[in-house]
């Protein structure tokens, strides 16, 4: 990744700017990993009832770091920032309806589902922030091609 030509964070540009797309790739796994583990508490708590659902102070952690994250990320690499800024605001939407969900189904008595939506939406994220910061593995080929 090509340093910035404007700071606008001065030393934490210098600093934190040429990796910020692994950051952003280490927090996407991160948030997955959390949200996984989240679930697994979702279940646990169900069998006590709905009210007993509670987000998880790390899984919410991690989803406001890669908010965040991504924010920053903008003020790096404007079109790529903002596909993934996109992205990422769209996951943390999805995850809030997801939680959601998930006390209506403990609510009504059946079994909760794992969050499709967030996992879809996670693996977009992912799959987008992993395509900016590994693409130099791939490129030696992509540019014989193309």
């Keep these: 990744m090509a340093a910035p030509s404007v700071t606008f964070f001065g030393p934490l540009d210098t600093v934190l700017g040429p990796y910020m797309g692994y950051v952003l790739l280490a927090l996407a796994v991160v948030n997955i990993a959390t949200r996984a583990f989240q679930h697994r508490q979702h279940v646990k708590q169900a069998e006590e009832g709905a009210e007993a659902l509670s987000r998880h102070p790390i899984h919410v952690a991690s989803n406001v770091l890669l908010v965040l994250a991504s924010f920053y990320y903008v003020s790096l690499h404007q079109h790529s920032g903002i596909v993934a800024s996109s992205?990422?605001?769209?996951l943390f939407i999805t995850d809030?309806?997801?939680?959601?969900?998930?006390?209506?189904?403990?609510r009504r008595g059946i079994d909760l589902e794992r969050p499709k939506g967030a996992?879809?939406?996670?693996?977009?994220v992912l799959m987008y922030v992993a395509y900016i910061t590994l693409f130099f593995i791939?490129?030696?080929?992509?540019s014989s091609i193309v």
């Design 138 to 142: 791939v490129k030696p080929i992509w």
């Design 87 to 90: 992205l990422i605001v769209g």
């Design 119 to 124: 996992i879809a939406a996670s693996a977009f």
């Design 96 to 106: 809030f309806f997801e939680f959601e969900a998930r006390k209506v189904e403990a």
